[in-house]
C-alpha cells in the first residue's frame, strides 16, 4: 500500500510539473504572437544597374549611395513563432551616379538619350534618381523569437511599388578640361521613360537589429523600347526591429 502510494504521489508530481512546463511554452509562445509588431526599417544601400551596355556603363561611378525606409508589421505563426510573415509600407529610392554622362529624361525622342560628355562641357556631379511607394512583403526566420534582438535572422521576399519621382541633378558645371565654368544646379523630374511599376525580389541576414541585405528588380527601370533592359540591384545594410 505504501509503495503504491509513493507511486501515485510521484505520478501526480510529473503531471504536475509537465502541465506547468507545457502551460509555461504556451504562455511564451502567447506572448511573442501576441507581441507589438511594427518596426521601423531602415537600408542604406549601394546601388547598381544589371543589363546596362558598355557605352552606359563606362560612365557609371563605383559608388552609388541611397536609402529605402518602411513601417513593417511581423506577424509570428502561432504553431512555430520562429517563422513570422511580415508586410508594410515605406518609400525605396534609387540612385546612380554619372562621369561625363547626361540623362535627358525631359525630352520628346522616342529612345531615353544618354549623352556623352567627354569632349564637352559637363557637370562635376550627375544623378539620376527615383523613389517608389512600395508595399514589401517578407517571408522571415528568428531562431529566438523570445529574445529577437540577440538572435541569428533570415528572410525572404518581394517588394512591389509605384513610381512616384524620377530625376536627374547636375550640379557644377565644367568644360571638357575640368575647368569650372559655373556654380550651378539643374534638376529635372519626368515620368515619361520610366515604369511605373516596380517589382524586386529580396532577401536578408543578419543578427540582432542588422543584417545584410539584397534586392534585384524583377521588371525594368524603363519602359519597354526606350533603353536597354536595364534591372535595378541594391546590396546594403538593413536597421530593423525585426
Do not use: C
Not at 510529473?14 to 502567447?30: C, G
Not at 529574445?147 to 536627374?168: D, R, V
Not at 568644360?175 to 517589382?199: E, H, P, Q
Request: charged share 20%; no cysteine; aromatic share 10%.
Amino acid at each position: 500500500m505504501r509503495k503504491l502510494l509513493v507511486a501515485f504521489l510521484a505520478l501526480t508530481a510529473s503531471v504536475s510539473a509537465f502541465s506547468q512546463t507545457t502551460t509555461e511554452k504556451k504562455d511564451k509562445v502567447s506572448e511573442i504572437v501576441s507581441r507589438a509588431g511594427d518596426h521601423f526599417m531602415l537600408q542604406l544601400a549601394q546601388n547598381m544597374w544589371s543589363g546596362t551596355p558598355d557605352s552606359i556603363d563606362s560612365h557609371i561611378k563605383s559608388l552609388n549611395r541611397s536609402g529605402n525606409v518602411y513601417l513593417m508589421l511581423n506577424k509570428p505563426f502561432k504553431g512555430d513563432p520562429r517563422f513570422s510573415v511580415a508586410f508594410g509600407l515605406g518609400i525605396g529610392t534609387n540612385a546612380i551616379y554619372f562621369k561625363n554622362m547626361n540623362v535627358n529624361i525631359a525630352s520628346t525622342a522616342s529612345v531615353l538619350p544618354f549623352v556623352a560628355t567627354d569632349s564637352s562641357n559637363h557637370y562635376k556631379k550627375y544623378k539620376l534618381t527615383t523613389s517608389y511607394l512600395q508595399v514589401p512583403v517578407e517571408f522571415r526566420f528568428t531562431a529566438n523569437p523570445e529574445n529577437p534582438n540577440k538572435s541569428l535572422k533570415a528572410a525572404i521576399g518581394l517588394k512591389i511599388g509605384t513610381l512616384l519621382k524620377g530625376a536627374t541633378k547636375g550640379k557644377d558645371l565644367e568644360n571638357k578640361a575640368g575647368t569650372r565654368i559655373a556654380n550651378s544646379i539643374d534638376k529635372v523630374s519626368s515620368k515619361s521613360y520610366f515604369n511605373s511599376t516596380n517589382l524586386a525580389a529580396t532577401a536578408r541576414v543578419g543578427y540582432g537589429i542588422f543584417s545584410l541585405f539584397g534586392s534585384y528588380s524583377l521588371t525594368p527601370v524603363f519602359k519597354d523600347g526606350v533603353a536597354q533592359d536595364i534591372k535595378a540591384v541594391q546590396i546594403g545594410l538593413t536597421i530593423s526591429g525585426l
